[in-house]
């Protein structure tokens, strides 16, 4: 049973097929989930009870995993294998694939020029933030670091994360929330695919960290 008055984040920690419907929404369960999820809803202007039946539709078809449940370690397994690994193989074939549409298409008035360059920002900065977290937070967490430990750390994830989400805003803007225009070609359609992917892949990444990997760290 979903408690509407019950935040984005904890609703997403505490009944993961969530997320999915959140999604299809738009509702901001990762960086947003501070916000009630009745809020954010009447926000979006949709129906808070219709979205609370849609994630128990959602959860009677599947069951993923209660991250909430497992030892943290075995979260940052999963989140180092899976989105880490995911986004340093899927975003430079993006960005090749962004850099090919503005070079062959740059003259149509749908071309998302820009698009190649806020994605290589993109890599540069999940690159370092990345890194960041594998050699210093992470090995913390592992290690038994808690509370104040690593309070200084994850405040600066978080932030960061903040400005990645600031970063997804601005590349569905630009490439048209996705959809493309009549005229693209294959790669210019794949490409916005790709990117659709990368954005929810994304959001569900931060989601596992700010939500569910971090206030088990803070408050252990
Ligand atoms: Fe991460
Ligand atoms: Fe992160």
């Given at each position: 049973m979903i408690d509407t008055n019950d935040t984005l984040g904890h609703i997403a920690a505490t009944h993961p097929a969530s997320t999915l419907v959140f999604l299809r929404?738009?509702?901001?369960?990762c960086c947003g989930g501070r916000q009630r999820m009745a809020d954010?809803?009447?926000?979006?202007?949709?129906?808070?009870?219709?979205?609370?039946?849609?994630?128990?539709?959602?959860?009677?078809?599947r069951s993923p995993e209660r991250w909430d449940e497992r030892p943290p370690a075995?979260?940052?397994?999963?989140?180092?294998s899976h989105y880490h690994e995911g986004l340093r193989?899927?975003?430079?074939?993006?960005?090749?694939?962004?850099?090919?549409?503005?070079?062959?298409?740059?003259?149509?008035?749908?071309c998302p020029r820009g698009l190649a360059s806020m994605l290589e920002q993109m890599l540069d900065e999940l690159t370092q933030h990345m890194t960041k977290e594998e050699q210093m937070l992470f090995v913390a967490i592992r290690g038994g670091g808690r509370g104040n430990a690593v309070h200084m750390?994850?405040?600066v994830m978080m932030q960061e994360h903040d400005d990645h989400?600031?970063?997804?805003?601005?590349?569905?803007?630009?490439?048209?929330?996705?959809?493309p225009p009549p005229e693209a070609c294959a790669t210019w359609r794949a490409l916005y695919a790709g990117l659709e992917k990368l954005e929810a892949e994304l959001m569900e990444h931060?989601?596992?960290e700010n939500n569910v990997l971090f206030p088990r760290a803070l408050n252990a």
């Open positions: 929404h738009q509702l901001d369960f954010a809803c009447t926000g979006a202007g949709l129906d808070p009870a219709k979205i609370a039946e849609e994630i128990a539709t959602e959860e009677a078809t075995a979260l940052i397994d999963f989140i180092v193989r899927d975003l430079p074939v993006l960005l090749q694939a962004a850099q090919k549409v503005e070079r062959v298409h740059g003259q149509k008035a749908s750390p994850i405040r989400g600031e970063s997804l805003r601005g590349i569905r803007e630009i490439a048209t929330g996705f959809v931060i989601h596992h």
